[in-house]
């Protein structure tokens, strides 16, 4: 593994290690296995919890659809490996869109399981993602693009 491949200005060990798919599975498990402190299910919680893992599902589904498009990697453990830079699609909408849907995602289980506890976990995953996948992603990109990514960074925000 080369010293790119990894964020310039990061040298944590958790940086781009953990491939965020896994990370989902982990937060889900933790809001799953969290105990029924709290419960907060109001009469459409799963009318709720549905609609926001749709939304999920699709930015998800969307945002490997475009990479698929685009003939670059999906791998988010490889930024470097990128061969394009996608801004079309959902990517216009937001940076992230894989990352947002995975969001969506637990915050849709955890609004169908209405604990508490477990929709505070969704803030705790989106801060993990924030720094140790999405800031050496972003200078990965820079690196690799860069007037176009700041470009592009400027138009387009990095969740919503």
Same mark, same amino acid.
């Given at each position: 593994m080369t010293f790119q491949s990894r964020s310039q200005t990061d040298s944590s060990l958790l940086a781009l *290690? =953990?491939?965020p798919v896994a990370l989902f599975a982990v937060f889900a498990? &933790?809001?799953w296995l969290l105990p029924d402190i709290l419960v907060t299910k109001f009469p459409a919680s799963w009318t709720a919890a549905s609609l926001l893992a749709i939304l999920g599902g699709? %930015?998800?589904i969307a945002g490997v659809r475009a990479f698929q498009r685009a003939q670059t990697t999906v791998s988010? @453990? @490889?930024p470097a490996a990128s061969t394009s830079l996608v801004v079309s699609g959902v990517y216009r909408m937001t940076r992230n869109p894989m990352y947002l849907? %995975? &969001?969506l995602l637990l915050l849709g289980f955890a609004t169908g399981l209405g604990k508490l506890s477990a929709l505070l976990l969704v803030p705790l995953f989106m801060a993990? !993602?924030?720094?140790f996948q999405i800031r050496p992603e972003?200078? &990965?990109l820079q690196a690799q693009f860069g007037a176009s990514f700041d470009t592009y960074?400027?138009? =387009? *925000? *990095?969740? !919503?």
């Amino acid at each position: 593994m080369t010293f790119q491949s990894r964020s310039q200005t990061d040298s944590s060990l958790l940086a781009l *290690r =953990v491939p965020p798919v896994a990370l989902f599975a982990v937060f889900a498990a &933790a809001m799953w296995l969290l105990p029924d402190i709290l419960v907060t299910k109001f009469p459409a919680s799963w009318t709720a919890a549905s609609l926001l893992a749709i939304l999920g599902g699709g %930015f998800c589904i969307a945002g490997v659809r475009a990479f698929q498009r685009a003939q670059t990697t999906v791998s988010p @453990t @490889t930024p470097a490996a990128s061969t394009s830079l996608v801004v079309s699609g959902v990517y216009r909408m937001t940076r992230n869109p894989m990352y947002l849907g %995975f &969001a969506l995602l637990l915050l849709g289980f955890a609004t169908g399981l209405g604990k508490l506890s477990a929709l505070l976990l969704v803030p705790l995953f989106m801060a993990y !993602l924030q720094r140790f996948q999405i800031r050496p992603e972003e200078e &990965a990109l820079q690196a690799q693009f860069g007037a176009s990514f700041d470009t592009y960074r400027q138009q =387009v *925000r *990095r969740w !919503l």
